[in-house]
């Protein structure tokens, strides 16, 4: 008897150490699969065909969790009926009570079991007779079941072993699916970071180049994430003035990231032919209304400063107010009076923004965002106005460039996440600035070196056709004067006259206001007019000598000068503005 | 700038005197237009045009286009040295027949 005893459990283990032996071969089999590949449908439907034959079973379905665990889709199945694409509620069917309860289920013969759903076998035409149904689950992570139908041979009907092995089976199948998983997730999340560093790059383009030391603006941002939702930008126009802008999109996010790049493309388009703050913000406004993304929207100050005067002039769309120090260390905040941009579209094209008008002699603006007074200090409180007041003042002393370091290092500690995107705009008294500038751009109008030579004549005069033959008649005695034949004095009077015609007419746009200054000199050889005027800065681009093959009215001055001078060109914008034309006529 | 018109030999002469520039060449635009219009050659006489600038020549350009579209003759005569000049930086001397003397432009008509 204790041998028998003895003899029995250790025949059925020797008995099943045969098949045990056989589920080691296949778990090995299924393990190296799942190892060696990602392709994890491909990989499960070859596991499920190894367990159908091995279970020797008729047919079996594997299926995954979805919708948050609210339904299972049968993505592999093999056997007489096919249904994968199949999809159930989860707590639907056999395979339904299996996984909610996370337990194997053996039904012997569904007849008896009511939970047996008999849809399927109605539209297939398929008996099904027994079910072995267990749960894939790591941990507490359900993932889905593996189900199996009909026992061949024999009674048909599965046995608690055959639940056993495909309970071990199924654990197995489970972790490969979860590794799968997050490879995937890993491979996308690392395409996701390249992304974003190409976002980044892009929006760090978008920024302008560090200027040059002196320049009277200077720039930090220094993003909470990889990118960014606020921006500066300043440009040099083409008459000296410098447009600059600080803007803060709302949200952080990639979508904030993309609004701040638009946003930022149109002001520096559109600043470049609109050099008024309010003018250019409303054009701005109406830009980003036309396209907005609903609920976004951006802060913005937008300003002209012209650096040799110190004139600011600035339109604050809905953001921080910008504050002014003052030389002895007091501070005056600009506050906005106008909504952000993105809200309101304008009702008349027209519409400006409100502008405010300072002059920087020793002051200094400052625009920030409010991840700066928002920034939280190391003792856990937040920076706020009167914190970045304090730091401008003791770091008052240090260039520029080293004073907003040391604000930003204030908040960016590198001991906690960011809050907020930092960012920080310093505007400065720019005449020390222009002053070099100007020199280093070529003569000033004041002391242009080649104005040497003989001074022949200084004319001013009023912006008027009915001046024009006053001048004429000066050019004409002047060149008399010189000794110059008839033709040649007759020449240089249509040159000069077409030029102040230009003035006249273009430059002033026959407003019949301003002046123009008529200065002549004699050189080595030659005979060099100055026409100078006040106006606006004109488009040098667009004074081109018109085609004479094109016989038109019109715009036929400018080939005259060209034809008749000898050198014709603009001269960099004269201190003080406007435009001054520099004609030169050699003469023998 | 002063101007006269008349009508000899069933032409239409219009004589500039003075400067044409850019005060003036409103008048003498109005001026040959108004001539264009009468449907019957027009010459000008520009023998004492002490100075023509480019708005004064476009005058005489617009007055020529109208003149050919109304297919009526729009000739130059006597041009003085200073008008002649501006013509021919503008390229527009062989553009504009131009005739020795209002004499001679008017003999054509006639012939």
């Known amino acids: 008897m204790n041998d028998l005893s003895l003899t029995a459990p250790a025949l059925t283990a020797a008995d099943g150490a045969v098949e045990v032996t056989d589920h080691l071969e296949l778990l090995a089999v299924m393990g190296r699969d799942f190892a060696s590949t990602l392709d994890i449908d491909a990989t499960i439907l070859k596991a499920l065909e190894h367990i159908i034959r091995h279970l020797h079973a008729e047919g079996g379905a594997v299926f995954l969790l979805e919708d948050e665990g609210r339904t299972l889709h049968c993505t592999s199945c093999v056997g007489a009926t096919d249904i994968t694409g199949l999809k159930l509620n989860s707590d639907q069917g056999i395979v339904g009570r299996s996984v909610q309860e996370n337990r194997g289920e053996i039904v012997r013969d569904v007849a008896k079991d009511p939970n047996f759903n008999h849809t399927v076998d109605e539209k297939t035409g398929f008996t099904t007779r027994s079910i072995l149904c267990a749960p894939m689950s790591v941990k507490d992570e359900r993932i889905g079941a593996i189900e199996l139908v009909n026992k061949s041979g024999g009674d048909g009907l599965f046995s608690q072993e055959d639940l056993q092995i495909l309970e071990v089976l199924s654990v197995s199948a489970a972790l490969a699916i979860l590794n799968a998983r997050m490879a995937e997730a890993l491979v996308e999340q690392e395409r996701v970071r390249r992304e974003l560093e190409l976002a980044a790059e892009i929006q760090r383009s978008l920024l302008p180049e560090a200027p040059l030391d002196g320049f009277p603006l200077y720039g930090v941002n220094v993003p909470a994430r990889k990118v960014s939702g606020d921006f500066y930008d300043f440009f040099v126009l083409a008459d000296g003035r410098i447009c600059f802008n600080l803007g803060d999109v709302s949200g952080k996010g990639m979508n904030a990231a993309l609004l701040m790049a638009k946003t930022a493309s149109i002001f520096r388009c559109l600043g470049k032919t609109i050099p008024e703050p309010g003018r250019l913000m409303s054009r701005v406004n109406a830009e980003v209304c036309e396209t907005a993304t609903r609920g976004m929207f951006v802060t913005m100050v937008g300003g002209v400063l012209d650096p040799r005067t110190g004139r600011v002039v600035l339109a604050n769309a809905g953001h921080e107010p910008p504050l002014v120090r003052a030389a002895d260390g007091t501070f005056t905040a600009i506050a906005a009076e106008a909504p952000p941009l993105g809200i309101a579209p304008p009702l008349d094209p027209d519409d400006t923004y409100p502008e405010t008008e300072l002059w920087l002699n020793d002051e200094t603006l400052y625009i920030f965002t409010d991840g700066v007074t928002e920034g939280y200090l190391s003792d856990g409180g937040t920076l706020e106005s009167s914190g970045l007041q304090r730091l401008l003042n003791d770091y008052s002393g240090l260039p520029v460039r080293q004073r907003l370091d040391k604000v930003v290092a204030v908040l960016n500690r590198g001991d906690n996440a960011l809050r907020d995107d930092l960012t920080v705009l310093a505007v400065e008294d720019g005449r020390i600035w222009a002053a070099t500038a100007a020199t280093d751009a070529g003569p000033a109008a004041e002391e242009v070196p080649d104005r040497n030579g003989e001074e022949l004549l200084v004319l001013e005069v009023p912006a008027r056709a009915d001046r024009l033959k006053l001048v004429r008649n000066a050019v004409s005695e002047t060149a008399t004067l010189c000794g110059c034949d008839e033709s040649v004095a007759r020449d240089m009077v249509i040159a000069v006259d077409e030029a102040c015609q230009n003035v006249i007419r273009h430059a002033y746009g026959s407003t019949g206001e301003g002046s123009l200054v008529l200065e002549i000199r004699r050189g080595d050889g030659e005979i060099v007019f100055f026409l100078r005027d006040f106006a606006n800065t004109i488009d040098v681009e667009a004074v081109r000598p018109r085609d004479l093959d094109d016989i038109r009215p019109g715009g036929l001055g400018t080939h005259f000068m060209r034809a008749v001078m000898d050198e014709v060109a603009f001269q960099p914008p004269p201190q003080g503005g406007g435009n001054l034309l520099k004609m030169t006529k050699r003469i023998a | ?111």
């Open chain 2, 1 to 111: 700038m002063n101007y006269e018109v008349r009508e000899e030999h069933g032409a239409v002469v219009v004589a500039l005197e003075g400067d044409v520039d850019l005060e003036s060449s409103p008048t003498a635009r109005k001026v040959l237009l108004e001539a264009v219009k009468r449907k019957a050659p027009v010459f000008v006489d520009m023998s004492r045009v002490s100075y023509i600038d480019s708005s004064g020549v476009a005058s005489l350009v617009e007055a020529l286009q109208t003149a050919r579209k109304a297919k009526t003759g729009f000739a130059l005569a006597s041009v003085s040295d200073a008008a002649r000049r501006v013509l021919e930086l503008a390229r527009l001397d062989k553009v504009f027949t131009i005739h020795g003397s209002v004499l001679d432009a008017l003999s054509q008509v006639k012939s």
